[in-house]
């Protein structure tokens, strides 16, 4: 079957709202909060077949589908969520959510903040995954979801998927843990400061307004550690754009401009402030950090079956940090499958469409008993 085809069509934003007082990891309590979020497929009458889709950095809640007025925005993962797709919702029910401090609808910088009647701002609290999984253990119960079948995602969404085996043990049978890591590496941390630093130091942010070269900036080494060397020499390589060798510093290579090109895409509708709070959530997650360091036994409390991904050119969540999280259940005898996939995609192949990687996904989840 061809997974490019069978979307699930047409599909609609919802809102939950949240009126009790939510403390956070930091210290910072929000005097209740939204989630915006869309389902896909039926939620059956034992409430046993929903799955939880935690997206990365830049994601949101629009996973699959497209909108009536926007029919070529397709969701962020669409060609993996759907009817006869590797998560199948002809058998599941499937939720996707704007995380909180997000910029797509969820409470976050962007919100206006309820006693000053402007928005949040630099003013937001830091969130972390933890406070991702709380918020989202809400939403499951304001949905009537007293356990997830599953949890899946890639990369910022494959630490939340994981840490909710470990945060509601009880509440979800299967993570699917995708181009993932147990935790950041100090090269990781890096780069996340650099791009912070890059909007942080941004003038018109100091002085409280969108600081869009910083943004832009932020996003272009994002890009670069998302793809991997064999990528781009094949699809840029030394190619140079028409007219080039000025022997000045105008965009000359291919390669510069495509960066350009996705720093000014995403500087013209992302959040700095939501960028700076996911970078540290990426900075922050640590689940062996409260067991000395020891990652098997802070795994020791999950409940669930794993399924563990990775990709071959993905340096920036190797597969080696996968293998951490693997050999980490393995020695406490838990459940977990194990795959690598030659990709040259870098760390984006988990957004893509691989006939390896999709038979993988499906063939986990149509064991997953409902």
Not at 30 to 47: I, K, Q
Not at 148 to 155: I, T
């Amino acid at each position: 079957m061809d997974d490019t085809d069978n979307s699930v069509g047409v599909v609609k934003a919802e809102r939950a709202r949240f009126d009790d007082a939510f403390a956070l990891s930091g210290g910072g309590i929000l005097p209740g909060f939204e989630l915006v979020y869309e389902t896909y497929g039926a939620l059956n009458a034992a409430r046993s077949n929903a799955i939880l889709i935690c997206h990365a950095l830049s994601g949101h809640h629009h996973v699959a589908g497209c909108y009536a007025d926007q029919p070529n925005n397709l969701g962020w993962w669409d060609n993996m969520i759907g009817p006869g797709k590797p998560i199948d919702t002809d058998r599941f029910f499937v939720v996707g959510v704007n995380n909180l401090g997000g910029c797509h609808g969820s409470t976050g910088p962007s919100s206006i903040e309820p006693n000053r009647g402007e928005r949040w701002g630099a003013r937001f609290p830091v969130v972390t995954v933890q406070d991702w999984v709380a918020a989202q253990a809400r939403l499951a119960d304001h949905l009537g979801i007293e356990r997830w079948a599953a949890a899946v995602g890639g990369s910022l969404g494959g630490m939340q998927a994981l840490q909710w085996t470990l945060q509601y043990p009880e509440r979800i049978r299967h993570s699917l843990v995708i181009a993932a890591a147990p935790n950041l590496t100090a090269e990781n941390i890096a780069f996340n400061e650099v791009a912070r630093q890059a909007i942080l130091t941004d003038p018109d942010y100091k002085a409280g307004k969108r600081p869009v070269i910083g943004l832009r900036l932020a996003r272009m080494l994002g890009h670069i550690t998302y793809l991997s060397d064999d990528q781009m020499a094949e699809k840029f390589g030394r190619k140079r754009r028409t007219g080039a060798g000025s022997y000045g510093f105008g965009v000359e290579f291919e390669i510069e401009s495509y960066l350009n090109h996705q720093g000014d895409k995403f500087a013209e509708w992302f959040d700095a402030d939501t960028y700076l709070r996911m970078t540290k959530a990426l900075d922050y997650f640590d689940p062996a950090g409260e067991c000395g360091g020891d990652l098997s036994a802070a795994l020791a409390k999950a409940q669930a079956d794993f399924l563990v991904v990775s990709f071959s050119t993905d340096w920036r969540f190797s597969p080696a940090r996968s293998r951490e999280i693997v050999n980490a259940l393995v020695h406490n005898g838990q459940t977990v499958s194990y795959a690598e996939i030659a990709s040259v995609h870098g760390h984006d192949s988990f957004l893509m469409q691989d006939a390896h990687y999709h038979a993988i996904v499906r063939a986990y989840l149509d064991n997953v008993k409902l």
